[in-house]
């Protein structure tokens, strides 16, 4: 089955048709297994499936045109958001560890969204979309709804670059907070000037209410959902505001692999603005597309045109979508 995508700003029409290219045939067979890995819920995304969407606004700081010339960095514009917890079940708990949260961000303007999907560790869990497949398709449930515990330490075994994530999400505690937590790019995106100048960066969001950890006695207090409430009664005191940061590379870094890490400290940063979440937005309007991460992009700022992961996003993220509209 092909899947041809259009996209005119946040307006995704979904065409089917045969026959499959093998980009798009790997897309789905990476979905197929997210959605098994979470029990096969309908109606869900195969991952960030249990969320909370939102609204506010992106105010550019004033270096932020120096970089881009992306119309986002020159104007405040709206934004749409979505937070979320990793995976395709719908009734995981918000204590869980070690599961990256989500934020989905679509900067909107006329002229074309900019959106970035995000995530609250640095790395991702797998370097290709191979990899990526076979990451999934280990923990696809077993008879007793859980995945086979041996497998999945020798997979892990052999792939070690796909145990960082975990480990670095095990190394913190749980975010008591969709807004206390920081979110990276992952990928490694090329900014441009108007004059033509280019700089690889990483993109991270730094919460202006810190880094909000629950101790082990505080989580276990916690009911299974917690973080839409508290995002509510948080925003009824004012926005949840973050700065959105570009770490600027340095020679040697790796631009093709999600699951290495750069050095952040010593390393020259620029605050592109402040986001602020001012609202929670009912979830129809982030449900009706998805935030396509590599086609939502204006002039001015582009993902690695070498790292197959950053491409194969976007049929995956089409193929989630037309699944969940069925
Ligand atoms: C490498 C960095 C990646 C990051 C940071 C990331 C992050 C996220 C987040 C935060 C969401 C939730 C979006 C929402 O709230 O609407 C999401 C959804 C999703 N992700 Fe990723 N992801 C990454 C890579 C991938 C890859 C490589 C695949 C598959 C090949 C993938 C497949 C999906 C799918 C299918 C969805 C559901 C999309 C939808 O139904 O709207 N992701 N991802």
């Not at 129809?284 to 396509?292: G, H, L, R, S, V």
């Amino acid at each position: 089955m092909k899947v041809s995508i259009v996209a005119t700003g946040c307006a995704m029409a979904l065409a089917l048709a045969a026959p499959v290219r093998a980009e798009e045939a790997d897309a789905a067979a990476i979905v197929n297994g997210q959605f098994v890995a979470g029990g096969n819920k309908p109606g869900v995304r195969a991952s960030g499936a249990k969320g909370v969407c939102l609204t506010g606004q992106f105010t550019p700081s004033a270096e932020a045109a120096g970089l881009s010339k992306a119309p986002h960095f020159a104007k405040t514009v709206p934004v749409t958001a979505r937070f979320s917890m990793g995976g395709s079940n719908p009734g995981i708990s918000d204590k869980a560890k070690p599961v990256t949260r989500g934020f989905a961000l679509r900067l909107r303007d006329p002229a074309g969204d900019l959106v970035l999907v995000i995530i609250s560790a640095p790395v991702f869990s797998a370097r290709t979309p191979q990899q990526l497949f076979d990451f999934v398709s280990v923990r696809a449930p077993g008879p007793d709804g859980k995945p086979d515990a041996e497998k999945v330490k020798a997979f892990a075994a052999a792939n070690p670059e796909t145990t960082k994530q975990a480990a670095w999400l095990n190394a913190r505690p749980v975010p008591a907070s969709f807004a206390g937590v920081d979110y990276w790019g992952v990928h490694a995106y090329t900014l441009t000037n108007a004059k033509g100048e280019a700089k690889v960066v990483k993109l991270k969001t730094v919460a202006d209410a810190g880094q909000l950890g629950l101790t082990d006695e505080e989580l276990k207090a916690k009911p299974d959902s917690f973080y839409a409430d508290e995002l509510k009664e948080r925003l009824a005191k004012g926005p949840a505001s973050f700065s959105l940061v570009a770490i600027h590379s340095e020679a040697g870094d790796p631009t093709a692999d999600p699951t290495a890490l750069w050095p952040e400290e010593n390393r020259k940063s620029t605050t592109l603005g402040t986001l602020a979440i001012t609202a929670l937005e009912p979830d129809a309007t982030c449900d009706a597309a998805t935030f396509d991460p590599v086609v939502d992009l204006p002039a001015g700022i582009a993902g690695p045109a070498d790292d197959p992961m950053f491409a194969i996003r976007s049929p995956a993220y089409a193929v989630s979508l037309s699944r969940r509209a069925q």
